[in-house]
């Protein structure tokens, strides 16, 4: 079975903290995405990433930057966090199938 | 551009009785849509996938799906529901052109099951 492993189910930040939210997936997946889920609003795509090195802005990428330095890692950086980034982030791969793999979310309180 | 409809936030049905869960998408070529489902706490589950072929797909815990192009739906059935079946469900549209695209989600339906 595929495994994707979000480092952390809780975290609670101070506004202004720099966090890093970091996501392992053990299928040598080249694509891999951070989501953001909130209330009514669904899953909205952060940043994507299709091979190291390489991303891709998705919807709502202002205010976060990713980092995919080994095929297997793909982060998602929050430069300095704020509330309004109080959020379940959820981290997914996939590779050749259209389908992709979701890790268990991070729920990310600031405050 | 892709985007994905799920009319109804939330809906309460009674155990034992069917379901059926609408979706709706926009995307200008033939999609790959799935439906995921997440429990409380947890990370999301893919349920069922319509990539081509046969239009009804079937999926895990008894679910079935219906790929209509000339309505660009894609709704979630179950003919009789069970307690565990309580969860929020998503819609999803891929791109069919290249395995690298990105997975577009609706805004989900929360189901709750009565009694």
């Known amino acids: 079975d595929v495994k994707v492993t979000q480092s952390s189910r809780y975290l609670v930040k101070r506004t202004g903290e720099k966090v890093f939210l970091e996501c392992v997936q053990d299928?040598?997946?080249?694509?891999m995405f951070w989501y953001r889920q909130d209330p009514g609003l669904g899953l909205r795509l952060i940043y994507f990433?299709?091979?190291?090195?390489?991303?891709e802005k998705g919807d709502i990428p202002e205010g976060y930057s990713v980092s995919r330095e080994k095929k297997e890692r793909f982060s998602l950086i929050l430069e300095s966090a704020s509330t309004n980034q109080t959020s379940m982030y959820l981290c997914?791969?996939?590779?050749?199938?259209?389908?992709?793999?979701f890790g268990q979310g991070t729920r990310l309180t600031v405050v | 551009a892709q985007s994905v409809t799920q009319p109804d936030i939330h809906i309460t049905v009674s155990e034992g009785a069917s379901l059926e869960l609408r979706c709706n998408y926009s995307?200008?070529?033939?999609?790959?849509l799935f439906w995921y489902v997440q429990s409380p706490g947890q990370g999301l589950q893919l349920l069922l996938k319509?990539?081509?072929?046969?239009?009804l797909v079937q999926g895990i815990k008894g679910f079935e799906a219906e790929f209509k192009r000339s309505q660009s739906s894609f709704n979630l059935r179950k003919p009789s529901v069970h307690w565990s079946d309580a969860a929020e469900y998503f819609c999803?549209?891929?791109?069919?052109?290249?395995?690298?695209?990105?997975?577009?989600f609706g805004s989900g339906t929360r189901l709750s099951i009565r009694p």
């Open positions: 999803a549209v891929g791109s069919s052109y290249s395995s690298a695209s990105k997975i577009i």
């Open positions: 990433s299709y091979d190291v090195k390489m991303k």
């Open positions: 995307y200008g070529a033939t999609p790959y």
């Open positions: 319509y990539f081509s072929g046969d239009t």
């Open positions: 997914a791969s996939k590779r050749g199938r259209p389908e992709a793999f």
């Open positions: 299928m040598d997946h080249e694509n």
